[in-house]
């Protein structure tokens, strides 16, 4: 008899009263399983290791390089923004003089 997580056993009650509870249990014991593993699923881990990563470098570049992490922010907000704080800049006019002396 083959008892797995999130499957029933290989005998098939005809009571669905019995068959509810014992997918409920499997379920319940298959989530318990899920969090006491030390196995992460990939995509968690990779998340972890993002944040990690980010949380270290802030801190990296706001107390050991403060200079650097704030040209680097103010860079960023520059870019963005949606050129609502931008100047305009003038166009310089062509000078044709310039050109002919080509």
Not at 21 to 29: E, M, Q, R, T, V
Not at 52 to 80: D, K
């Amino acid at each position: 008899m083959t008892h797995s997580f999130l499957f029933l056993p290989s005998y098939h009650h005809q009571n669905p009263i019995i068959t509810q509870s014992l997918h409920f249990k499997n379920y319940l014991f298959f989530r318990i399983y899920l969090f006491t593993s030390f196995s992460f699923p990939p995509l968690l881990l990779l998340l972890l290791i993002i944040l990690l990563l980010s949380v270290v470098s802030f801190f990296i570049f706001n107390f050991i390089f403060p200079s650097y992490f704030f040209s680097f922010l103010s860079f960023l907000l520059r870019r963005g923004g949606g050129g609502k704080g931008k100047k305009k800049e003038k166009k310089t006019p062509i000078k044709f003089d310039l050109i002919l002396s080509f």
